[in-house]
């Protein structure tokens, strides 16, 4: 018996009641639910109560023919996709029942096989539709806003990324992300995700760089109770919590030698094996990789597998530099400051003509992210609506080699060059939250204990 994932609902109006049961029988051992209708009328009642995929209905019928089912029940057919069935069809019978929206019409006597192929065409033909739908959707999206998840860009180079990340979203192939530092790998693997079939569970993001190596298998594939010392219960792995999901593997470049074999495996049998114990277990994960190394490299230094690289590959996704997308800048400058003004409440409108040159002119060695830091602390700095150079790292009042504090200072010492500068900066940040140190301290990216007791320590009210 074939089954579907999500069982297909199909109604049978027919007067005749052996016409009936044969195709409940039949349709039912492949795997549909059915309900049943004698003629058109009792075939409305049916669809006032119950959404159907499909509906096979007779012609000739009594107290109302199929033609005036078609008719009557077009406002509550929405999506249903309808199949007459006669053994008087002639031509013009059917172009009459296509024009008041049937899908097909098969003439009796027919064979099985012939209904059920008719079901699986009329099936197939509604999957492409809904996926034509959502892809147009989904393109008028990134075309319209010019977005792409939580990403922004005009640039042949990032439009380049959203359309092939729009497209792998369909599929469960591995993706490898490259670029540098601050690009937005994982806002492309977050985007990816969003866009799958799998969105409606857990995306799991792992920087392998921060996972100490002795922990790193354990982490990532679990343990049972006795593994080790310290293994007091059993304990599920990144992979096991991603299951239905997707895993991402952030800086997978730095995951030790030592690990890269079990995690080949893992790719190759959809499998793992927590450690210490002695069965795998099957998972059902999307993978998605990212790094900023350069893996050839890393390869030809034998830091990495080579089979291990090619079975992350199959995808694989290079995100340009900010500098070589400068056109870009503008759009995610108008990004970041409705984000900021959000979550600030500050009230900046634009940034000046020479404010614009200057962004544009700058390399952005931290790419995407040092701008979106740089517009948070020129919106906490600006005494307006309107951002100026001055607000900017490379404006007047800024930190410099000579100058790290942006005050003034020209001594040697490190410990009075810091103090001078967390003075200046908590200064400005409750200035800028107008003295409220909740918002200032999330703005300084420190505990409000910790701002409290800084407070305390330069003698700011």
């Known amino acids: 018996m074939e089954t579907n994932k999500k069982q297909k609902k199909i109604l049978i109006i027919d007067d005749e009641e052996n016409m009936r049961h044969m195709l409940q029988t039949m349709l039912t051992r492949y795997g549909y639910v059915i309900r049943t209708a004698k003629d058109g009328a009792d075939g409305l009642e049916q669809i006032s109560d119950h959404q159907f995929d499909f509906v096979l209905c007779d012609v000739k019928m009594p107290r109302m023919t199929g033609m005036e089912f078609l008719k009557a029940g077009r406002d509550r057919l929405y999506s249903t996709t309808v199949?007459?069935?006669?053994?008087?069809?002639?031509?013009?019978?059917?172009?009459?029942?296509?024009?008041?929206?049937?899908?097909?019409?098969?003439?009796?006597?027919?064979?099985?096989?012939?209904?059920?192929?008719?079901?699986?065409?009329?099936?197939?033909?509604?999957?492409?539709?809904?996926?034509?739908?959502?892809?147009?959707?989904?393109?008028?999206?990134?075309?319209?806003?010019?977005?792409?998840?939580?990403?922004?860009?005009?640039?042949?180079?990032?439009?380049?990324?959203?359309?092939?990340?729009?497209?792998?979203?369909?599929?469960?192939?591995?993706?490898?992300?490259?670029?540098?530092?601050?690009?937005?790998?994982?806002?492309?693997?977050?985007?990816?995700?969003?866009?799958?079939?799998?969105?409606?569970?857990?995306?799991?993001p792992v920087n392998c760089a921060s996972i100490p190596e002795s922990l790193m298998e354990s982490e990532l594939f679990g343990h049972v109770k006795?593994?080790?010392?310290?293994?007091?219960?059993?304990?599920?792995?990144?992979?096991?919590?991603?299951?239905?999901?997707?895993?991402?593997?952030?800086?997978?470049?730095?995951?030790?030698?030592?690990?890269?074999?079990?995690?080949?495996?893992?790719?190759?049998?959809?499998?793992?094996?927590?450690?210490?114990?002695?069965?795998?277990?099957?998972?059902?994960?999307?993978?998605?990789?990212?790094?900023?190394?350069?893996?050839?490299?890393?390869?030809?230094?034998?830091?990495?597998?080579?089979?291990?690289?090619?079975?992350?590959?199959?995808?694989?996704?290079?995100?340009?530099?900010?500098?070589?997308?400068?056109?870009?800048?503008?759009?995610?400058?108008?990004?970041?400051?409705?984000?900021?003004?959000?979550?600030?409440?500050?009230?900046?409108?634009?940034?000046?003509?020479?404010?614009?040159?200057?962004?544009?002119?700058?390399?952005?060695?931290?790419?995407i992210r040092e701008l979106e830091n740089a517009i948070e602390r020129a919106i906490v700095l600006a005494d307006g609506h309107t951002l100026e150079p001055d607000n900017f790292v490379f404006g007047k009042g800024a930190a410099s080699d000579s100058d790290p504090t942006g005050r003034g200072y020209d001594g040697f010492s490190l410990k009075a060059a810091k103090a001078e500068l967390e003075d200046n900066m908590i200064r400005k940040a409750l200035a800028a939250t107008a003295g409220n140190r909740t918002h200032a301290a999330n703005l300084l990216e420190i505990s409000h204990p910790s701002l409290l007791s800084k407070m305390k320590l330069y003698g700011i009210d």
Not at 129 to 141: G, Q
Not at 175 to 194: D, F, N, Y
């Open 83 to 204: 199949i007459m069935m006669s053994a008087f069809g002639s031509i013009d019978m059917a172009i009459e029942a296509m024009k008041l929206g049937a899908y097909d019409f098969v003439s009796k006597p027919f064979k099985n096989e012939e209904i059920r192929l008719t079901i699986k065409k009329a099936e197939e033909r509604e999957r492409l539709k809904k996926e034509n739908i959502e892809l147009k959707d989904r393109i008028r999206r990134i075309g319209g806003d010019l977005s792409f998840g939580n990403m922004v860009g005009r640039s042949p180079g990032i439009q380049t990324v959203f359309s092939m990340a729009l497209k792998v979203a369909r599929f469960d192939s591995t993706v490898l992300i490259t670029g540098e530092s601050g690009t937005g790998k994982e806002l492309v693997a977050q985007g990816i995700h969003r866009e799958s079939d799998r969105r409606s569970n857990p995306m799991v």
């Open 226 to 367: 006795g593994a080790f010392t310290g293994a007091d219960k059993d304990k599920q792995g990144l992979f096991k919590i991603a299951e239905g999901g997707t895993l991402f593997l952030d800086e997978i470049g730095d995951i030790p030698v030592s690990l890269q074999p079990k995690m080949l495996r893992v790719l190759q049998e959809s499998e793992i094996r927590p450690v210490g114990g002695g069965t795998s277990r099957a998972v059902d994960v999307r993978v998605i990789a990212a790094t900023s190394k350069d893996l050839e490299k890393e390869m030809a230094s034998g830091h990495f597998r080579e089979d291990l690289f090619y079975r992350l590959n199959v995808v694989p996704i290079a995100l340009p530099p900010l500098r070589h997308r400068p056109e870009d800048i503008p759009l995610l400058c108008k990004f970041f400051i409705n984000r900021f003004n959000k979550s600030l409440g500050s009230s900046v409108a634009n940034i000046s003509s020479a404010a614009m040159t200057a962004l544009m002119q700058h390399d952005w060695p931290g790419n």
